[in-house]
């Protein structure tokens, strides 16, 4: 008998509750935190990712399966850490790469990652924290321009995703 296990269910497997906001500029109080590279892995609800700081650098593979399928703000997440071998073996898959610099800082008690795009995604900077499924939702940072949390555009997959026409309007319209 064979049983085939559901993605985002079982011990392993996390619910996130994700808000994103779009921001006009990086806070400058915002300190520098790792380049973070996404690979999404084309036809999987697959990511994996490097984290180069100035420490140490982490690999890992992470599953993020949405609640609900138009949702992007609550996901159950898997994540195994990877070596760099492992690494560099699943990111020779098929798969659509995402670059950007990790900062993180303080607003009203919680603390937000704030990513600044690189590469096709240059001009795009996002603040994002995850909190408790029943948590309050904290203010907007200062800076942002929009609450873009329930905008399938700005999800990682979606940005990696995205043809160069789309992301230039993304971009231009975000200015």
């Known amino acids: ?14 619910l996130e509750r994700e808000r994103r906001w779009l921001l006009s500029l990086v806070p400058p109080q915002a300190q520098y935190v790792a380049d973070i590279t996404d690979h999404y892995v084309i036809g999987t609800t697959l990511r994996i990712r490097k984290i ?9 593979l992470t599953q993020k399966v949405r609640m609900k399928y138009a949702d992007p703000e609550f996901v159950k997440t898997t994540t195994i850490y990877l070596t ?9 898959l098929d798969s659509k790469i995402l670059r950007k610099t990790r900062h993180r800082f303080e607003h009203e008690g919680h603390i937000f990652s704030v990513d600044v795009f690189d590469g096709r995604h240059v001009g795009l900077v996002l603040a994002e924290i995850e909190i408790d499924a029943e948590g309050d939702v904290p203010s907007m940072p200062v800076v942002a321009a929009k609450d873009v949390t329930n905008d399938e555009r700005f999800s990682g997959a ?3 995703f995205a043809s160069d ?11």
Do not use: C, N
């Open 1 to 14: 008998m064979t049983i085939e296990r559901v993605p985002g269910e079982g011990k392993y497997a996390h």
């Open 52 to 60: 180069t700081s100035e420490v140490t650098t982490t690999w890992k």
């Open 84 to 92: 760099g071998d492992e690494f560099r073996l699943v990111a020779q």
């Open 158 to 160: 979606s940005l990696a």
């Open 165 to 175: 026409r789309q992301l230039r309007q993304l971009i231009t319209r975000s200015s």
